[in-house]
């Protein structure tokens, strides 16, 4: 197995933690927030429900699903400190028994089939080397009639705001991250052109096609931020 990948997503992520809980809400010109939001509204669960929460990084979409649905939710992230600044939060928070976390990798997960009522996942495909399997992994633990989430950034489909968005990610953001420190550097000069290449291999027709062939159902997109964001969500078969 090729863990190239995981290897850049891991120093990526160590390099910019200790500051993950406030740039990305600056650089997003605060819609990051927003879109956790929209994301968590579209989770369904009662307070029984064990929910996955993959790519948890600082644990912000964890905190957000334990609050508003008062459930337990385990989050997942193959970042050493990512989940360090996770657990400073959730202590600071008095939420570490309703939120553990496991480190490991959303491509080969180490709980039982169908263990999870929902399982909610956040820009992960840009990562991985072959998504088709990992959302095959990541649907394996979902119990049947759950359901998957995820959030993705996307490329805007109208043509002005797509000029905009191109001049953003490649001329602004690269600029941005210098300025906040060497980690942010990286993620600004790679953040642009890796949503750009996603969208063009796994763009929101093929997804839905691919999560349907895997059995998810009633599969829904909507576009936040003139399309600078993605958010998918539908149910396992039973
Ligand atoms: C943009 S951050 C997620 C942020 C977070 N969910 C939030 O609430 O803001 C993406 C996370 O995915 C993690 N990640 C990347 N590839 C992964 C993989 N293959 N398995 C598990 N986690 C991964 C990174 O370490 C990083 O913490």
Redesign the pocket.
Known sequence: MDYHR?QH??QL?DGIAAQYDWV?GLFSFFQYQRW?RYLVSRLQAGPDATIL?????????AMQTARTYDCRVVG????PK?LSQARHNLSRDDMAGQVPLVM????DLAFAGDSFDAVSV???LR??DDPESTMLEIIRVLKPGGRLLSLEFGVPPHPIARVLWHVYTRGVLPIAGTLVSRGWRKVGAFLGPSITQLDKSYNEDKLRELWLRLGIQDVQIKRLSFGGAVVMWGTKGR
């Open positions: 995981n997503a891991r992520f990305p956790r929460d993959l790519c948890t990084g600082t644990a912000g979409v997942v992230d193959l970042s990512m490991g990798r959303a491509e956040t820009f992960l990562y991985v």
